[in-house]
């Protein structure tokens, strides 16, 4: 399975107001075998909320695909990733984020 190809994350340098998903540790999803399959293909925003220590509390799908298999391949993938979290005044504090994925078949 081909994995999706998301928006390039934000280089973790500076830190600042949003969370940042960390190199090596935020995995772009798989391609759903079955959607993959059907042809399906489309976009999915996930927005997730990270606490002080770079850990995904909640994450949720603002903007559907149109495929349940691709959306959920995009909430699973974000949910196991780590970030560097927000930062207030040099201190790590929760924050947030919405992050595209695009699905597209390989031609």
């Given at each position: 399975a081909a994995p999706a190809n998301p928006a390039a994350p934000p280089a973790a340098a500076a830190p600042g107001d949003r969370p940042v998903p960390l190199p090596g540790q935020s995995p772009p999803p798989s391609y759903p075998p079955a959607a993959?399959?059907?042809g399906e293909s489309g976009t999915v925003v996930v927005r997730v909320e990270v606490d002080a220590s770079g850990t995904p509390l909640d994450a949720r799908i603002?903007?559907?695909s149109g495929s349940r298999d691709l959306?959920?391949?995009a909430l699973e993938a974000v949910r196991?990733?780590?970030f560097q979290p927000a930062q207030?005044?040099?201190q790590p504090m929760a924050g947030s984020l919405e992050i595209?994925?695009?699905?597209?078949?390989?031609?």
């Open positions: 993959l399959r059907r603002i903007q559907r959306d959920r391949a196991g990733w780590r207030s005044n040099g595209p994925f695009d699905f597209q078949p390989a031609q």
